[in-house]
């Protein structure tokens, strides 16, 4: 497959919204695969379409073995939360679109999420913990809403401008 160019904030793509798959064909398994080698490229544990410039609601997800069990990479088109716990978890997260940066974001413990996987077939999925964290953090992207989009507006304004700042330097 292919390793797939990352986007970077400010780049203003990374705040639009995405569009609905119609179907997973094979085109979108294509994409997952695509992200999915992305995200093994640079050791992530998750990644979003529109965090490489396509504006279709996919995702995936790996976030590898989780207590002593290897999981499975999860490929997901058009996640929906159906329900989120009240009660909520602080992790320190970070981005590949927001590089070099990772702050404290609070978010639900547990979730439940509906979506269409790579063979067309709607799963529904409870998860909890860091699995519940990354697949809230890339629907984030879906919405175009970054994670430093859940921080104070001042550790934002800080990142943002240190951001910024590189981006000239590098002009």
Same mark, same amino acid.
């Given at each position: 497959?292919?390793?797939?160019?990352? &986007?970077?904030?400010?780049?203003?793509?990374?705040?639009?919204?995405? %569009?609905? +798959?119609?179907?997973?064909?094979?085109?979108?398994?294509? $994409?997952?695969?695509?992200? $999915?080698?992305?995200?093994?490229? +640079?050791?992530?544990v998750g990644f979003?379409?529109?965090?490489v410039?396509?504006?279709?609601?996919?995702? +995936?997800?790996?976030?590898?073995?989780? #207590?002593?069990?290897?999981?499975?990479?999860?490929?997901?088109?058009?996640?929906?939360?159906?329900?989120?716990?009240?009660?909520?978890?602080?992790?320190?997260? =970070?981005?590949?679109?927001?590089?070099? %940066?990772?702050?404290?974001?609070?978010?639900?413990?547990?979730?439940?999420? /509906?979506?269409?996987?790579?063979?067309?077939?709607?799963?529904? &999925?409870?998860?909890? =913990? &860091?699995?519940?964290?990354?697949?809230?953090?890339?629907? #984030?992207h $879906? #919405?175009g809403?970054?994670?430093? #989009?859940? !921080?104070? /507006? &001042?550790?934002?304004? $800080?990142?943002?401008?240190?951001? !910024?700042?590189?981006?000239?330097?590098?002009?």
């Open positions: 497959m292919a390793v797939l160019d990352i &986007l970077t904030y400010p780049d203003p793509r990374l705040q639009e919204k995405a %569009f609905p +798959v119609e179907k997973v064909d094979r085109a979108i398994r294509t $994409l997952m695969d695509n992200l $999915l080698d992305t995200l093994y490229h +640079v050791n992530g979003a379409a529109m965090q410039g396509v504006k279709k609601r996919v995702i +995936v997800v790996d976030v590898g073995e989780r #207590d002593g069990i290897p999981s499975k990479p999860l490929l997901m088109a058009n996640p929906t939360l159906e329900w989120v716990s009240p009660t909520t978890q602080v992790t320190k997260e =970070g981005c590949f679109s927001v590089p070099g %940066f990772y702050e404290n974001v609070t978010r639900p413990l547990e979730i439940k999420v /509906s979506y269409v996987d790579e063979n067309n077939h709607p799963q529904t &999925l409870t998860p909890s =913990g &860091l699995l519940a964290d990354c697949i809230q953090h890339e629907i #984030d $879906l #919405d809403i970054l994670f430093i #989009d859940h !921080l104070s /507006s &001042l550790k934002r304004s $800080l990142i943002v401008q240190k951001l !910024l700042k590189r981006k000239k330097n590098r002009l």
